[in-house]
């Protein structure tokens, strides 16, 4: 072989490996490359090393698989009481059709961003601002369910929707700042009110528990006095009764028992007594008390 035709097989040669290794593809993880072969639709290449031919397959599109994140600008809704707010959206999505991704719709991400606007728009229109402001998590799942539906044909998966930022008119945050104040300083006056009220509460079963334990010890006090009252004229009888056992025993005598008349007499009447008793013996007493003083002088 003449060094002119080696020349040009080894040209040849080299052009041939150039192309070879410029068609062959590595598509990495979490990646698809969707491949047309003469213009038509051939297939989806997933990870892993791939050979494309030359001059007749081409990369129509290279699809991410990874979950998504799109932070739409906001946008002006009006409210059902005609209030005109902005609120701007973030969506989480995912390609799950490479195929349907390339070939379902004309710029998907715009798609997926002019869809969000109209039906945040129809979701707020049926509502009011209050309502609006505290359902968040209702409109969320509502758009979310709309937008997955609709681009299911588009290979697309719609994760969540979140309202990032709610923003009314100026004068509608300054009536709204100016009722949450009026509702804290009413909170405010409440919990005041239910702290004064516990504690004259708790004052007065304080003064009544007082006044219990004051009544239970007058009471007691008195049960006590009256204990000891009781027991003092229990003695008191008590030795009565054995002053009369002994006397008893002693056998006394008419004149004794006399006397002992005559000195009950003399208690009787010693002027403290508001009443004073005459035995019907009188005279006989009187006459035994003349003779005794007779025997004592002689």
Do not use: C
Request: a negative charge; charged letters at 25%.
């Amino acid at each position: 072989m003449d060094p002119t035709t080696l020349t040009i097989v080894l040209v040849l040669l080299f052009f041939v490996v150039l192309i070879l290794i410029k068609n062959v593809r590595i598509v990495p993880q979490a990646h698809s490359f969707v491949i047309e072969r003469l213009g038509a639709y051939h297939a989806a290449w997933v990870t892993g090393l791939h050979l494309k031919i030359p001059f007749i397959d081409r990369i129509a599109n290279k699809v991410l698989l990874k979950e998504q994140v799109i932070d739409f600008p906001p946008q002006p809704v009006i409210t059902r009481d005609n209030v005109t707010m902005q609120i701007d959206t973030v969506v989480y999505f995912e390609i799950t059709d490479p195929k349907l991704y390339t070939y379902g719709v004309e710029n998907p991400i715009g798609a997926i961003e002019n869809l969000t606007a109209t039906t945040l728009r129809n979701i707020i229109g049926d509502l009011e601002l209050d309502h609006t402001l505290t359902s968040r998590d209702t409109i969320n799942d509502k758009i979310r369910i709309i937008l997955d539906e609709a681009t299911d044909a588009w290979g697309i998966k719609v994760k969540r929707v979140e309202l990032k930022n709610i923003l009314p008119p100026r004068e509608i945050q300054e009536a709204m700042e100016k009722q949450m104040k009026a509702e804290r300083e009413r909170r405010a006056k409440i919990l005041d009110a239910e702290g004064e009220k516990t504690s004259q509460i708790l004052i007065a079963e304080g003064l009544k528990e007082s006044a219990i334990l004051k009544a239970d010890a007058v009471k007691e006090q008195k049960i006590r006095e009256a204990a000891g009252e009781a027991e003092a004229i229990l003695q008191v009888q008590r030795a009565f009764a054995d002053s009369l056992k002994l006397l008893n025993a002693a056998n006394p005598t008419e004149q004794v028992l006399a006397l002992k008349s005559l000195e009950a007499f003399e208690k009787a009447a010693d002027g403290k007594a508001t009443k004073i008793i005459i035995p019907s013996n009188l005279q006989g007493l009187a006459g035994l008390a003349t003779a005794v003083k007779e025997v004592f002088i002689s």
